[in-house]
């Protein structure tokens, strides 16, 4: 608790104990009570004193006074920034109205009434300054990356210095428990880096000389020399700061919603307390009656539940990512995203790693290896992807001297001399072209590479995209979060594409497209999904911007350290975990129902007790509860997003 | 030019929503953003006039929020 709320609670103690001071005053004063006492030596009610003859004094003007006390010491700031406000042409708020209201109460003559409203009503000012108080420090834990010094090797010489001050190509010092400054390249050094502030991975990455930093991680063992690469602004911490804060700037459609409505809810209800005042008191002339109903309305007529909780909420929902390395830009897209229907996927680098590696052999004569052997010989001096991969499963260095004349026939393999022998290595289509006997395609997932010795056909190696790691659980994982559709967009023949999707359990793919295929593809997609269904692109930041931007969302993953990838994004998964994507889809569904049930909840319970007012059938009570017991509960409501993991 | 400020003591959101309305107002100011959970004030105003604008949004917010204080460095 701040000072101020500890003097708030102190004036409500204060002024409970005058409350109920001043409510154990009798209403009347008994004369010569002590007398009776002693006679009877029993308590005697008031009517028969009357009936005796006796007088009752009443309090007057004392017991008003009496109450006044408890009053001024709950309410003065109250109704001094009420005056204040006045001053300043600020009619409709809070502090006037809830002036306007207690003094009415006791005007009519409900003292306790009013003393018990305002201090209510303090009660709840309290709750809400802590609820606020409190979400507004996790918030400032979210954001809490920021290194705050950098230490620089100056001629010889090591100074601390704001990292805004460091220049590219000079030269920091990471002491173990300190937060990398800047982005730069490890010199000297190796040690262990804790990510999760950036990436919610819990894992420590192990990095050592020549490699990348990133600013931002935590060095967590051995001291880091490292060169700056990037100035402070264009750090990744400065980045991802920058999208954080002025993701709120991206308002969602139900912000707008409710800056809409609190600009006219509070006029009309005080417009609509002023005719329930006034009309039936004309016609009927029972202003005792009729101004307590609306003095409710006056005491209900602020909008605050839903101005404080509703971007509480989305602030909740976008830190809440942001601690697992999912950067969403705005709350809009955590809107649209609660209303994802449909999600495509390109395959390369977001479903498969990008990395081609040899998955089966199927040999015929040889033996497993003696295979691999012979087709690496053979594909020792190509360049191909796929060649890369079969030396790679090799895992050997070239051996030169034992391969002769080398001949590679586009699109179709090479054909080279090994250790004396006739080595054909490649597809079906060079096999056919040599006249070598093929058994029969099995079904296996990739490119098949025919190996074919001396013209006798020795078996084939299978060559496959690996899939990415969770990518089966992330599909599943969306499938649960209520995601209709998936769609796979690839580049590769049917049978493959094919092939992966089974794999995946993906719903549709789309393959053999070239990269501008992929944007009539989403855009046919966008046609074909029902309406109040989004769509969402998901892909590597490289080469799709195109289809991010036109997607619903447009999602770019691993774009840890890749700045265009951040740029034409609207989400951005730091790390290259597929299995994010879901949990970004689950906390946008839980922010949107904790807004929807605030949204519900208060617009509600003022609404009820408006009616029950008008109707005489609530009193002050219900409506102060009405104001700010329902933006504690919606405040706490909204503060469940600040928790999430 | 776009700028942010500190608030401080800016204790009612309602508040908050009607100064980002009257700074929003201000001639020469494009955009305008004030955050009642970060307890900042975002404003976006014409190059030449800008010092005048922030003296006249702090004007303003005392306004609304006579407690509020925008901490102009």
């Known amino acids: ?645 | 030019m776009k700028k942010t400020f500190k608030l401080e003591e800016l204790d009612c959101a309602n508040c908050a929503a009607k100064m980002e309305r009257a700074i929003r107002e201000i001639d020469g100011v494009t955009q305008a953003t004030v955050s009642f959970l970060t307890q900042k004030l975002t404003i976006e105003a014409e190059d030449e006039r800008f010092e005048e604008i922030v003296k006249k949004a702090a004007k303003v917010c005392k306004k609304v929020e006579p407690d509020c204080r925008i901490i102009i460095k």
Not at chain 1, 209 to 223: A, F, W, Y
Not at chain 1, 241 to 251: A, C, F, G, I, P
Not at chain 1, 465 to 492: I, S
Not at chain 1, 554 to 574: H, P, Q, R, T
Request: net charge negative; with cysteine; aromatic share 8%.
């Open chain 1, 1 to 645: 608790m701040t000072s101020k709320q500890k003097k708030a609670l102190w004036r409500i103690v204060i002024s409970f104990f005058l409350l109920i001071a001043a409510a154990l005053i009798p209403d009347q004063i008994y004369p010569a009570q002590y007398w009776v006492i002693d006679f009877t030596g029993q308590w005697m009610p008031s009517a028969q004193w009357v009936e005796a003859g006796y007088t009752l004094y009443s309090w007057g003007i004392v017991k008003p006074l009496a109450y006044l006390l408890p009053y001024l010491v709950i309410g003065w700031d109250v109704l001094w920034r009420a005056v204040r406000n006045i001053k300043n042409g600020q009619v409709f708020d809070e502090n006037f109205l809830m002036s306007v209201a207690t003094i009415g109460a006791m005007v009519i003559g409900e003292y306790a009434e009013g003393v018990a409203v305002m201090l209510f009503y303090q009660v709840g000012e309290l709750f809400q300054s802590v609820a606020v108080h409190r979400s507004r420090r996790s918030i400032a834990q979210l954001m809490d990356i920021r290194p705050d010094y950098a230490n620089v090797e100056r001629e010889g010489e090591l100074c601390t210095l704001d990292p805004e001050e460091v220049a590219v190509g000079e030269t920091i010092l990471v002491k173990p428990g300190e937060r990398i400054p800047l982005d730069g390249r490890i010199l000297e050094g190796a040690s262990a880096l804790d990510t999760a502030a950036l990436t919610g991975e819990s894992l420590p990455r192990d990095v050592g000389p020549g490699e990348k930093v990133i600013s931002g991680c935590v060095n967590l063992s051995g001291v880091l020399r490292v060169e700056v690469e990037k100035p402070f602004g264009q750090s990744t911490v400065a980045r991802i700061l920058d999208l954080v804060e002025n993701s709120s700037e991206k308002k969602a459609r139900a912000e707008h919603f409710i800056t809409k409505f609190a600009r006219y809810y509070t006029p009309i209800v005080v417009f609509a307390a002023l005719a329930l005042a006034v009309i039936p008191s004309l016609a009927g002339g029972q202003w005792v009656v009729w101004v307590p109903r609306a003095l409710n309305f006056l005491v209900v007529s602020c909008p605050c539940a839903l101005v404080i909780s509703i971007p509480l909420s989305f602030f909740g929902g976008l830190g809440g990512a942001s601690r697992q390395g999912i950067l969403i830009k705005g709350s809009n897209y955590l809107e649209a995203l609660a209303k994802t229907g449909t999600v495509v996927f390109d395959k390369t680098g977001t479903l498969t790693r990008g990395e081609f590696s040899v998955t089966e052999i199927h040999p015929q004569v040889l033996s497993p290896e003696e295979l691999l052997e012979q087709a690496a010989l053979a594909e020792q001096f190509s360049t191909h992807p796929i060649s890369r991969s079969i030396l790679s499963a090799w895992g050997k260095a070239p051996e030169r001297e034992r391969v002769g004349e080398v001949e590679e026939i586009a699109g179709r393999g090479v054909r080279a001399t090994v250790d004396g022998r006739v080595v054909l290595a490649g597809n079906r289509k060079l096999m056919q072209r040599e006249n070598i006997p093929l058994p029969e395609e099995d079904q296996a997932v990739g490119t098949h590479i025919h190996v074919a010795i001396d013209g006798t056909y020795g078996g084939c190696l299978i060559i496959a995209d690996q899939l990415k790691e969770g990518a089966v659980q992330a599909l599943c994982d969306l499938k649960r979060a209520g995601v209709k559709k998936t769609v796979m967009l690839t580049g590769d023949n049917q049978e493959t594409a094919a092939a992966v999707a089974g794999e995946l359990g993906i719903d549709q793919f789309r393959a053999q497209l070239l990269p501008q295929d992929k944007v009539n593809e989403v855009e046919t997609l966008l046609r074909e999904k029902s309406p109040g269904e989004n769509l969402v692109f998901v892909g590597d930041g490289i080469n799709d911007a195109p289809v991010l931007s036109r997607a619903d969302i447009g999602v770019a993953m691993g774009a840890l350290g890749s700045d265009a990838a951040i740029e034409a994004a609207d989400i951005v998964l730091m790390d290259d975990d597929l299995r994010k994507l879901p949990v970004a889809v689950s906390i946008a569904r839980k922010t949107m129902t904790i807004v929807k049930e605030n949204t519900v909840f208060a617009i509600g319970v003022k609404f009820l007790v408006l009616v029950l007012s008008a109707l005489g059938c609530a009193n002050m009570w219900a409506a102060v509860f009405a104001d700010v017991g329902v933006s504690v509960i919606a405040i706490l409501n909204a503060s469940r997003m600040l928790g999430v993991k």
